[in-house]
């Protein structure tokens, strides 16, 4: 048994990795060992999403649009920031990163929600997820993260209007809000104490 409670240790494999994300984040995260990420910018697959870049800090969709409602390079951009954040450990001093947040940012409501990947449908995950990597990117202290932030737990309109857009269902502890708000020193109102 696996330090991971699997029949085999999945560690090994993934140090020995050809892809040098694999490599290095197994390293980093499962392995406990100083690493430093900054190589990974280089990479060709880096290089080769960066170029792809709309001028306006999108990315094009490549597949099939099936309705008019939904704002497909929103929905790309979300997708690939997210490989370069998570998986490829940019953050906002790199300039495609910061292109893509400031695109995903002319789609946030005054009240702090993003919409667009389903209509103009509030999406509690897809908010969610944008400030989870918004966050990871290094944009925490942004006042519209904040004001994301806000949006989702106003702890005043907690108790009168029942749950924020943003929190997760019930039973549900793995969403991103709460990695979000976890990471970051956020307590949604459900689980301040009274």
Request: some cysteine; proline content about 9%; glycine content about 8%.
């Amino acid at each position: 048994m696996s330090r991971y409670g699997l029949p085999y240790d999945p560690l090994p494999p993934l140090l020995s990795s050809s892809d040098m994300a694999v490599r290095l984040r197994a390293a980093r995260e499962l392995d406990d060992q100083t690493v430093d990420l900054a190589a990974l910018r280089d990479l060709p697959a880096v290089r080769k999403r960066v170029d792809r870049q709309q001028r306006d800090g999108s990315w094009r969709y490549p597949g099939r649009r099936v309705d008019g409602t939904t704002h497909y390079e929103y929905l790309e951009t979300y997708r690939v920031l997210g490989e370069l954040v998570e998986l490829y450990a940019l953050d906002d001093t790199h300039p495609a990163v910061s292109r893509a947040a400031e695109y995903l940012f002319t789609l946030q409501t005054e009240e702090g929600d993003f919409r667009g990947i389903y209509g103009n449908e509030y999406s509690p995950n897809y908010t969610a997820g944008i400030l989870e990597l918004m966050m990871h990117a290094g944009l925490e202290q942004d006042e519209r993260v904040e004001r994301g932030l806000d949006g989702c737990s106003p702890a005043d309109k907690w108790m009168e209007d029942g749950p924020p857009p943003c929190a997760p269902s019930a039973g549900s502890s793995t969403t991103p809000f709460l990695v979000a708000v976890n990471r970051y020193g956020r307590t949604p109102p459900s689980h301040r104490p009274i």
